[in-house]
């Protein structure tokens, strides 16, 4: 248990729906962040929010986008995606400062058909 | 441009000893981490490097020589449940990952 959920554990969508990927933590952290996680590749980051706004977005297609309602929710909104983006979406927390170490959640698992 | 690399995958035996090598080359540098991540699971913390040299963590240790770009996770006393990938990131104001090395422990 590192303190971050993440639901749904697994997702399988076609290209034509919407689906939303949730992440809570229960740390305390402020900051938050959405990874991307594929075979054979290194842990690519998408998005990240600090104090509750963005300030990093890595040339994310936009068919994803976050959401951070406040410090302890973040959330992945999914649409039209291709089957490419099948991956395992990891959601992590940090507490601002100059270790930043990151607290991640167990993943959600997607597929896209 | 940002590099990390790190060898793909590793195969040690139970009871040994085992260096995970992680070269880099970033355009920023304030410290260097080692995960750990089993199949299925969340990345989990093991060491994090600012400073040259060697931190021991029990089994674990990390190395780091920050004018050669270079860092190694030493496991001690390998166990079966070491079995697992070790991810390199580096802080350059955002935490860049290796691809991993996915270690393999053999009875």
């Known amino acids: 248990e590192t303190g971050v959920t993440q639901t749904p554990r697994h997702l399988v969508m076609g290209m034509t729906n919407k689906k939303s990927l949730k992440c809570e933590q229960h740390?305390?952290?402020?900051?938050m962040y959405w990874y991307k996680q594929s075979a054979k590749k290194p842990l690519e980051l998408m998005f990240v929010y600090s104090l509750e706004e963005r300030v990093e977005n890595n040339s994310v297609p936009s068919r994803f986008s976050p959401e951070c309602p406040n410090s302890s929710h973040l959330f992945l909104h999914l649409h039209t995606l291709q089957p490419e983006d099948s991956a395992l979406y990891l959601c992590?927390?940090?507490?601002?400062?100059?270790?930043?170490?990151?607290?991640f959640g167990e993943g959600s698992r997607l597929t896209v058909l | 441009g940002q590099n990390i690399d790190q060898p793909t995958e590793m195969t040690a035996t139970e009871g040994a000893i085992v260096q995970i090598n992680c070269t880099y080359q970033?355009?920023?540098?304030?410290?260097l981490f080692w995960y750990q991540q089993h199949a299925g699971e969340a990345p989990t913390f093991l060491s994090y490097?600012?400073?040259?040299g060697l931190e021991e963590k029990g089994r674990f240790s990390s190395f780091l020589s920050r004018s050669k770009g270079y860092s190694y996770l030493l496991l001690k006393e390998l166990q079966m449940k070491d079995s697992a990938s070790y991810l390199c990131a580096v802080n350059d104001d955002k935490i860049i990952f290796g691809k991993g090395t996915r270690l393999h422990i053999l009875p």
């Open positions: 740390l305390g952290h402020n900051a």
């Open positions: 490097n600012v400073l040259d």
């Open positions: 992590a927390s940090s507490q601002e400062g100059s270790v930043r170490e990151l607290f």
């Open positions: 970033t355009s920023g540098f304030n410290g």
